[in-house]
């Protein structure tokens, strides 16, 4: 990882099961990201890409599910996960007026990747999802580029860059800083040693509610900076990514708990934010084409989901906790500014232990 603040180097240790070696999302084999980060004054925005495994993605596409905590949001190509239970293209995370672009630029990716689309099969399910950065970045300006979008695509790898990164630059987290962050957990069963991994993108929450492992870190912040309280009214993407063989359905289940994560860090999902859930399984890969022959899918058993619930819920909090830990302090439009909960940690002399 990138050599950035993260939760555990404040000696925070969230729940019971231990991370993977990355504790990132890319810790699922084949898992990549990808980023863009547009960083000058006003202009504070940018892509984050997703790619679920190293192959042909429309050819070989993963069992997906989606899950809304609060639909106020624009996401694009979240119905089509939720009918079929299938995911056909990566995932693009940007600001929310730069749906379109981001959605243009991955339609072009794949097209290019794949003639017969729109001739001989059918066409493509661009997945796109947004948060608002209008704080921060002059989101009417229009930053985002489709050349942005394949930067992202294109520079994906097993690192990731947390907080004020890709489509987190302009972001915030609790009223602070926030952005990306990512986190995993290993889940041992009898028949092998699993992975859950999640990202998120955060900019939601008032800064009197944040909590850290169960301690109220926000009303000290809040007391020690004087702050005013503000009105939650923004938004979280969680992306969760395991290679746990299950079916869609016990998929929808899993990400269903990353609301246990998000809550355990103080949200109280207003009625202004937007919390959308997407997970993916690389257990088996579905073919575009009709085989010969039924599919046969290994799925687990029900008795074994309560640790991917856990790991689901684990692997969000801490996620949130690392976008805010390695965001920095940005002064964007207008002026308006958002500090860094490192640099308030250290100046104020706060312990998170």
Same mark, same amino acid.
């Given at each position: 990882?990138?050599?950035?603040?993260?939760?555990?180097?404040?000696?925070?240790?969230?729940?019971?099961?231990?991370?993977?070696?990355?504790?990132?999302?890319?810790?699922? /084999?084949?898992? &990549?990201?990808?980023?863009? &980060?547009? *960083?000058? !004054?006003?202009?504070?925005?940018?892509?984050?890409?997703?790619?679920?495994?190293?192959?042909?993605?429309?050819?070989?596409?993963? #069992?997906?599910?989606?899950?809304?905590?609060?639909?106020? %949001?624009?996401?694009?190509?979240?119905?089509? @996960?939720?009918?079929?239970?299938?995911?056909?293209?990566?995932? #693009?995370?940007?600001?929310?007026?730069?749906?379109?672009?981001?959605?243009?630029?991955?339609?072009?990716?794949?097209?290019e990747q794949n003639p017969e689309i729109g001739r001989t099969t059918g066409t493509v399910n661009p997945v796109v999802c947004e948060c608002?950065?209008?704080?921060?970045?002059? #989101?009417?300006?229009?930053?985002? $580029?489709?050349?942005?979008?394949?930067?992202?695509?294109?520079?994906?790898?097993?690192?990731? $860059?947390?907080?004020?990164?890709?489509?987190? &630059? %302009?972001?915030?987290?609790?009223?602070?800083? %926030? !952005?990306?962050?990512?986190?995993?957990?290993?889940? /041992?069963?009898?028949?092998?040693?699993?992975?859950?991994?999640?990202?998120?993108?955060?900019?939601?929450? %008032?800064?009197?509610?944040?909590?850290?492992?169960?301690?109220?870190?926000?009303?000290?912040?809040?007391?020690?900076?004087?702050?005013?309280?503000?009105? =939650?009214?923004?938004?979280? @993407?969680?992306?969760? +990514?395991?290679?746990?063989?299950?079916?869609?359905?016990?998929?929808?289940?899993?990400?269903?708990?990353?609301?246990?994560?998000?809550?355990?860090?103080?949200?109280?999902?207003?009625?202004?934010?937007?919390?959308?859930? #997407?997970?993916?399984?690389?257990?088996?890969?579905?073919?575009? /084409?009709?085989?010969?022959?039924?599919? *046969?899918? *290994?799925?687990?058993?029900?008795? =074994?989901?309560?640790? +991917?619930?856990?790991?689901?819920? $684990?692997?969000?909090?801490?996620?949130?906790?690392?976008?805010?830990?390695?965001?920095?302090?940005?002064?964007?439009?207008?002026?308006?500014?958002?500090?860094?909960?490192?640099?308030?940690?250290?100046?104020?002399?706060?312990?998170?232990?």
């Open positions: 990882m990138p050599a950035q603040k993260r939760i555990r180097d404040y000696g925070v240790k969230i729940g019971k099961l231990q991370p993977g070696p990355r504790n990132s999302i890319t810790d699922v /084999e084949g898992v &990549t990201v990808g980023q863009t &980060t547009l *960083s000058d !004054g006003d202009k504070q925005t940018g892509v984050t890409a997703i790619l679920p495994h190293q192959g042909n993605l429309f050819k070989e596409k993963l #069992i997906a599910s989606t899950h809304v905590i609060n639909g106020f %949001g624009k996401s694009m190509g979240t119905i089509q @996960i939720k009918e079929l239970g299938t995911l056909e293209s990566p995932i #693009i995370l940007t600001n929310t007026l730069s749906i379109g672009t981001a959605a243009e630029a991955l339609i072009q990716y794949m097209l608002n950065d209008m704080f921060l970045n002059d #989101i009417r300006a229009g930053f985002v $580029e489709r050349e942005h979008v394949f930067q992202a695509l294109q520079n994906a790898s097993a690192e990731v $860059e947390e907080g004020t990164a890709g489509a987190g &630059t %302009g972001m915030l987290c609790y009223s602070l800083k %926030g !952005g990306i962050g990512t986190s995993s957990r290993l889940m /041992e069963m009898d028949y092998g040693t699993y992975t859950m991994g999640v990202l998120v993108l955060t900019n939601f929450g %008032g800064l009197k509610d944040l909590r850290v492992n169960g301690k109220a870190v926000g009303e000290e912040l809040s007391e020690a900076i004087r702050a005013q309280e503000e009105k =939650d009214k923004g938004s979280v @993407i969680i992306i969760v +990514a395991t290679d746990l063989p299950v079916s869609e359905r016990q998929l929808n289940r899993i990400i269903k708990r990353t609301v246990t994560g998000l809550s355990r860090t103080g949200s109280i999902i207003g009625t202004g934010s937007g919390e959308v859930v #997407i997970g993916f399984s690389t257990a088996a890969k579905i073919p575009h /084409e009709k085989p010969s022959e039924c599919l *046969s899918i *290994s799925a687990i058993h029900e008795e =074994d989901i309560d640790l +991917a619930f856990r790991a689901a819920g $684990e692997a969000t909090e801490e996620a949130v906790l690392n976008s805010l830990t390695a965001a920095s302090r940005v002064v964007g439009r207008d002026g308006n500014e958002r500090p860094a909960f490192s640099d308030l940690l250290r100046e104020y002399n706060i312990r998170l232990i």
